[in-house]
């Protein structure tokens, strides 16, 4: 009986420090994966910083205050349709021009009165056909 008496004595101690031990490491497991952002999470917009620099969408857990990339983007870099200069481009962009020109400058003499009749034909007054002595019915 004194034998059964020491061997707890001495057992018990051992077993309760191992108990402990084995519920504070329970605990810190527990702890350490507490948040597994079950609920609903927040979606933060992409947003630019003070420094131009672009920050991407990120989903935001409001259970821990953790947020992480979204991955919902996409490539943003610019496609490239054309590229060069063009020159066979330059003798119909110049006559487009001209004519752009003439056209301003007979609008404006059209505008102040000057020489309307001189401006008809440059603006092509044969394919205008007049409604003013058109009477419906
Ligand atoms: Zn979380």
């Not at 131009?52 to 990120?58: T, W, Y």
């Not at 487009?96 to 505008?111: D, F, G, S, T, Y």
Request: aromatic share 4%; charged share 20%.
């Amino acid at each position: 009986m004194a034998v059964a008496g020491v061997a707890v004595a001495i057992a018990a101690p051992i077993v309760g420090a191992a108990a402990l031990a084995v519920a504070g490491l329970g605990l810190g497991i527990y702890l350490m994966g507490r948040c597994r952002h079950p609920g609903p999470l927040g979606l933060l917009p992409p947003t630019v910083g003070d420094d131009g620099k672009r920050q991407p969408a990120q989903w935001y857990c409001d259970g821990c205050g953790r947020s992480w990339p979204a991955g919902l983007e996409s490539d943003r870099s610019p496609i490239v349709r054309f590229t060069g200069y063009d020159e066979s481009k330059l003798p119909a962009s110049a006559e487009r021009a001209a004519a752009a020109e003439r056209q301003r400058h007979v609008l404006a003499l059209k505008r102040a009165g000057l020489g309307a009749s001189r401006s008809e034909p440059a603006l092509g007054s044969h394919n205008i056909t007049s409604i003013s002595g058109r009477r419906a019915g």
